[in-house]
């Protein structure tokens, strides 16, 4: 069984930057995809950010590529999510994901394996 448990959430202002991390207190975290997701009030959940198993290859929505990175540390079971330049529309749950499958399915968000709790990150402009 994975449990997926995210860090704190964040109130920051434009142009901060945050990192978040998610750990597995149960199953080891190598051999699944790790991703990042988020979801404002009234809307779609969107997907953020995304890593293969082995940390070789990530993917990023267009709204964060080149602001966000994620990581992976599989020997610390733990993924991170370093968020740069924060804007206000990056506002929202932020939650991560565990695919036991390839990083494509994770990114269309098909068939999520875990989630892990919800984490507010707020930015004020």
């Known amino acids: 069984q994975v449990q997926l448990v995210v860090s704190g959430g964040s109130m920051v202002q434009t142009g901060d930057a945050r990192s978040h991390a998610c750990a597995s207190s149960?199953?080891?975290?190598?051999?699944?995809?790790i991703g990042w997701f988020r979801q404002t009030p009234g809307k779609e959940r969107e997907f953020v950010a995304g890593?293969?198993?082995?940390?070789?290859?990530?993917y990023y929505a267009a709204s964060v590529k080149g602001r966000f990175a994620i990581s992976r540390d599989n020997a610390k079971n733990t993924i991170f999510l370093q968020m740069n330049d924060l804007k206000p529309s990056d506002t929202a749950d932020y939650y991560c994901?565990?695919?036991?499958?390839?990083?494509?399915?994770?990114?269309?968000?098909?068939?999520?394996?875990?989630w892990g709790q919800g984490t507010q990150v707020t930015v004020s402009s």
């Open positions: 994901a565990a695919e036991e499958g390839d990083l494509g399915m994770l990114v269309a968000d098909i068939d999520i394996d875990y």
């Open positions: 149960g199953r080891t975290l190598s051999s699944y995809a």
């Open positions: 890593i293969n198993w082995s940390g070789d290859s990530t």
